[in-house]
């Protein structure tokens, strides 16, 4: 089957290598995003795809606009029969959907209907979710609305961060990726409608979205910090200056008497912090214009004292 793969973020990296690796159908292009300035030297950046397929010397096309009469006439031009969106990071227009002899299917991370948009791996760990899975469906042009064809599941172990997260996720999806190609080869997949009541959403994040806040449970601020590595990253304050909060873990001690974001121990395991609901260990940490470093490092020069606090 003759094959346009669209995909952008190292996420879709795994699926794209499984498609190169296999013979049974035959890649004949990449989509990617175009390069992008990027870093203080704004310098242009390739996305994670496009330095994969020309390492494997797989023809790049990165169209600016998907709607222009160019970029239609020359994907028509290759002939595809089934488009593989994965992590792309743009909608296809119906006129781009359209051109496919059979359809486009998208390979999304979470289990559809819940989590539809760009950060679906951040919001599951953040909302404290115990699974997910990836999902493929037939696209439509409303983002991640179409029918379902496959789906798989996963467990989110409670170590997990963002980006332990998302390489299982593409694993995962790989395999259910070629499983699927086969059953539409062979035409035994069938459609389902995705129940429009249990839709929730996964935008994407923003670095206010990282902002510790202190009242909350330490559960909920320990999963805040999971989600959002590497971005935005859960953050804190400390005499005005920003702390980046890289690893944690749960107390469940009584502290009575101390303040949500009060500082009640510090020890060689990291920084015991109260909240609004048991107390927080800071593992790791990174101070502002500071590099990552445990807990117990940072306070060999940092003159941290119980009863201080966090903001």
Known sequence: ??????????????????????????LIFVVTQPDKKQGRGMKLSSTAIKNYALEHSIPVYQPRYLRSKETLEYLRNLKPEIFVVIAYGK?????LLD???????????SLLPKYRG?????????????????????????????????QKKVNIGDDDTAPSLEKKLAFLGSDLLLETLEKIVNNQYTLARQDEEKVTLAPLLNKNDGLINWK??????????????????????????????????????????????EIIALSKEGILVKTGKDNLLIKQL??????????????????????????
């Open 99 to 109: 051109i496919p002899k059979l359809f486009a299917i998208n390979l999304h991370a």
């Open 1 to 26: 089957m003759n094959i346009v793969f669209f995909g952008s973020s190292e996420f879709a990296v795994e699926s794209l290598s499984r498609l190169v690796s296999t013979k049974a159908h035959r």
């Open 286 to 311: 990174q101070p502002e214009s500071g590099k990552r470093m445990s807990a117990y490092d940072f306070l060999q020069g940092h003159k941290l004292r119980t009863g201080d606090k966090f903001l």
């Open 216 to 261: 909350l449970a330490a559960q909920k601020l320990h999963d805040l910090i999971r989600g959002t590595q590497a971005w935005p990253g859960a953050f804190t304050h400390y005499q005005a200056k920003v702390i980046k909060l890289w690893e944690s873990a749960l107390d469940l001690e009584v502290a009575p008497g101390k303040e949500p974001g």
């Open 91 to 95: 909608i296809l227009p119906q006129e």
């Open 118 to 150: 760009a950060a679906p791996i951040n919001w599951a760990i953040i909302n404290g979710e115990k699974e997910t899975g990836v999902t493929i469906i037939k696209m439509s042009v409303a983002l991640d609305a179409g029918e379902i064809i496959a």
